[in-house]
């Protein structure tokens, strides 16, 4: 019913950028909040970035100042702007929405496949 579609992972030089996008498409009703998650080898998932449907975001300490959180309504699509990358930051990301499809009253929480990003020293 509900997919969500990510892009834009690869392999970069620390202190480059990387831009995700996340793509929902389906019966989608209403979508709340977007987010991004991630998670490396030995470690639990955590979150990244959040944004809500009005557009409030919020970041994990270790990403503040470095990555942006945006969505665009219209194309139910949320991106993660990713800049000043280091080694750590490596992870397998993934994107998550809340969302109301047609054919449900309340909002579920929907997964991406994940995007692999590798950040090389």
């Known amino acids: 019913q509900v997919q969500l579609v990510e892009s834009g992972g690869g392999l970069v030089q620390a202190g480059g950028s990387l831009r995700l996008s996340c793509a929902a498409s389906g019966s989608i009703f209403s979508i709340n909040a977007m987010g991004w998650y991630r998670q ?38 949320v991106y993660l702007q990713m800049n000043s990358l280091k080694p750590e930051d490596t992870a397998v990301y993934y994107c998550n929405a809340k ?14 496949q994940g995007t692999q990003v590798t950040v090389s020293s």
């Open 40 to 77: 490396a080898p030995g470690n639990q998932r955590e979150l990244v970035a959040l944004i809500t449907s009005g557009g409030s975001t919020n970041y994990a300490d270790s990403v503040k100042g470095r990555f942006s959180i945006s969505r665009d309504n219209a194309k139910n699509t």
């Open 99 to 112: 969302i109301r499809t047609h054919y449900q009253i309340s909002w579920y929480d929907y997964w991406g």
